[in-house]
């Protein structure tokens, strides 16, 4: 394994994700830059350490106007990728995924394309609980719609590496909009507790070119 995941992010997948780790890396800056500005202080200026210091409006202020300021830097910062991240427009595909005791169940409604996935039990397996006998399949850099929901307990379909985690709820409907920049596998796992095989839902994805996905697509028909 990659030393780097141990202490950051999966690998991103979508854009949503890339804005996530850019955003992650730029709180963790403010928050080194703030533990670093408060042991300097602490160490030159021994005066504010004496503890029968009684009141210094002086100080006082300066710890209710800083905090604000680095509050509305974060919001700066955060707003504009949260609002990105929530956009449902400009979809090409949409994909109705239900959440089923213990599977997923997958349908293309602009294909007319349905199927279940199930986990895969063999003993020679690449990823152990991982791997599915049906994938879902994705073009690349094309807009998704995701619309979740469940046939009996609440479920999660989340998917780390593009930054999805959308619970499927029985009689809801939830949706969420992504677009896959890298050809290759991902995995997830349904991350809510719905049972006694809860750890047994894996999420396989697969994205390929567009002309590999009509060919998927002309296949499954």
Same mark, same amino acid.
């Given at each position: /394994? ?5 202490y950051?992010?999966?690998f ?5 994700m ?7 890396d730029k #709180?963790?800056?403010i928050?080194?830059?703030?533990? &670093?500005?408060? /042991?300097?202080? &602490?160490?030159?200026k !021994?005066?504010?350490?004496?503890k029968? /210091?009684?009141e210094?409006?002086i100080m006082?202020?300066?710890?209710t *106007?800083f905090?604000?300021? *680095? ?8 707003i504009?990728?949260l =609002?990105?991240?929530?956009?449902? %427009? /400009?979809?090409?595909?949409? +994909?109705? +995924?239900?959440g ?5 169940? =997958?349908? =293309?409604t ?7 996935? =199930? &986990?895969?039990?063999?003993? !020679? ?11 879902m399949? +994705? ?7 995701? *619309? ?9 379909w989340?998917?780390?590496?593009l930054n999805?985690?959308?619970d499927s *709820?029985p009689?809801? #409907?939830?949706?969420?909009?992504t %677009?896959?920049? !890298?050809?290759?596998?991902?995995w997830?796992?349904?991350s809510?507790?719905?049972g006694?095989?809860?750890?047994f #839902? ?12 009509? %060919?998927?697509?002309? !296949?499954?028909k």
């Open positions: /394994m990659n030393k780097n995941l141990m950051s992010f999966k991103n997948e979508s854009t949503s890339m804005n996530m780790n850019k955003l992650n #709180m963790l800056m928050m080194m830059m703030i533990i &670093m500005s408060i /042991m300097v202080v &602490m160490m030159t !021994k005066s504010m350490l004496n029968s /210091m009684n210094n409006h006082e202020t300066m710890w *106007i905090p604000s300021f *680095i509050i509305l830097i974060m919001s700066a910062i955060s504009p990728i =609002y990105t991240n929530n956009e449902m %427009k /400009m979809t090409s595909i949409t +994909i109705k +995924i239900m089923n005791q213990w599977f997923w169940s =997958y349908e =293309y602009n294909f007319d394309i349905k199927f279940n996935s =199930y &986990m895969m039990y063999k003993k !020679k397996f690449n990823f152990n609980i991982l791997e599915t006998d049906n994938k399949v +994705i073009p690349f850099n094309t807009p998704l719609m995701l *619309i979740m929901s469940s046939m009996d307990v609440i479920h999660s989340c998917m780390p590496s999805i985690k959308m *709820i009689g809801q #409907m939830n949706s969420i909009k %677009k896959s920049n !890298k050809i290759g596998v991902s997830g796992q349904c809510e507790i719905c006694t095989n809860h750890s #839902m894996p999420v396989m994805m697969e994205t390929v070119t567009m002309k590999e996905f009509i %060919k998927w697509v002309n !296949k499954n």
